[in-house]
């Protein structure tokens, strides 16, 4: 408890089972935003570290502690001779001096370098803006579209794009207009870059069931590129309906509402929400703060 805490007051909820459980943190204002996270054997493993249970001291065996255990701050170094290691713990950063940084600096130094393997750690990376867009240069290999996502034509939605000088934006208002009350598909994104780099020649990607969102986002382009491989445990599952409108106010006090204004193109299909997208390599049998080490063990 924080000194000026209250007894009685509830701080958090865990919300599952014996073995993997859902976290309700009450200092966000997103009811949604329920973090995940798990039992294994001895271990709880929650977002925020690792706790160990123990029966009593003579059973005590101190948890490994690797150097990158966990994903917590912005980190872009070489670890090993021909191995850089990339830590993004969030996409709520300004895209354009991100993506200067992945420009100026990583892909010069992989290039002059040489460096075969390049590791992207995505773990509790719940998303945020479009600089994951800038990731696609390191996993480009050859153009490539996927279909447009789908926009509710609300009168809400529409009353924000007509404001809005996003020319994107402006150009399909005609046909939300048109389909008041129904759903309009964007225009297929695709994804041409002027340069297709020789390093890395492959790329880990370590996610767990926190990486949400544009993460996800990331993941569902970077799967087109023969460099990449998938690590970790199944993603959070959060990328059926985005882009949220609000918050607007409820009759209720203290309460408001954030909708969702897209629908993903294969929502209807192949949805993802509550099952996340699979790893190619499961290391679920792991605690998380040993995988960073098991890849560059793998890597060798």
Not at 195 to 211: C, D, M, W
Request: glycine fraction near 6%; charged fraction near 25%.
């Amino acid at each position: 408890m924080k000194p000026n805490g209250r007894l009685g007051e509830v701080y958090f909820e865990l919300i599952g089972n014996e073995h993997e459980f859902r976290i309700r943190n009450y200092n966000t204002p997103l009811t949604t935003d329920l973090l995940r996270g798990r039992r294994l054997k001895n271990l709880l493993i929650e977002p925020n570290g690792i706790w160990q249970k123990m029966d009593n001291e003579e059973s005590y065996i101190e948890v490994k502690t690797s150097t990158y255990s966990v994903n917590k701050k912005f980190i872009y170094k070489q670890v090993k001779e021909d191995i850089y290691y990339l830590g993004i713990p969030s996409f709520n950063t300004d895209a354009r001096s991100f993506d200067s940084i992945i420009v100026n600096q990583i892909i010069p130094h992989l290039e002059e370098n040489k460096i075969t393997h390049l590791i992207i750690d995505l773990r509790n990376n719940v998303g945020g803006n479009s600089s994951f867009l800038s990731l696609m240069r390191f996993a480009y290999e050859k153009p490539f579209s996927i279909p447009g996502d789908f926009l509710f034509a609300s009168p809400k939605l529409i009353q924000n794009y007509e404001i809005s000088r996003n020319s994107t934006r402006q150009a399909i208002l005609p046909k939300l207009r048109a389909n008041l009350g129904g759903f309009v598909q964007r225009d297929s994104l695709r994804i041409m870059l002027k340069e297709n780099y020789r390093y890395p020649k492959t790329i880990s990607i370590i996610v767990n069931e926190n990486s949400a969102s544009s993460s996800e986002y990331f993941l569902l382009l970077a799967k087109h590129s023969t460099k990449v491989k998938l690590y970790g445990r199944h993603t959070a599952g959060t990328l059926d309906y985005s882009e949220l409108l609000g918050p607007e106010k409820l009759s209720c006090e203290g309460y408001s509402l954030m909708r969702p204004t897209t629908k993903s193109y294969w929502t209807d299909t192949s949805p993802i929400d509550n099952k996340g997208i699979l790893p190619d390599i499961d290391l679920s049998f792991y605690p998380d703060n040993e995988w960073v080490d098991i890849i560059l063990d793998k890597l060798k």
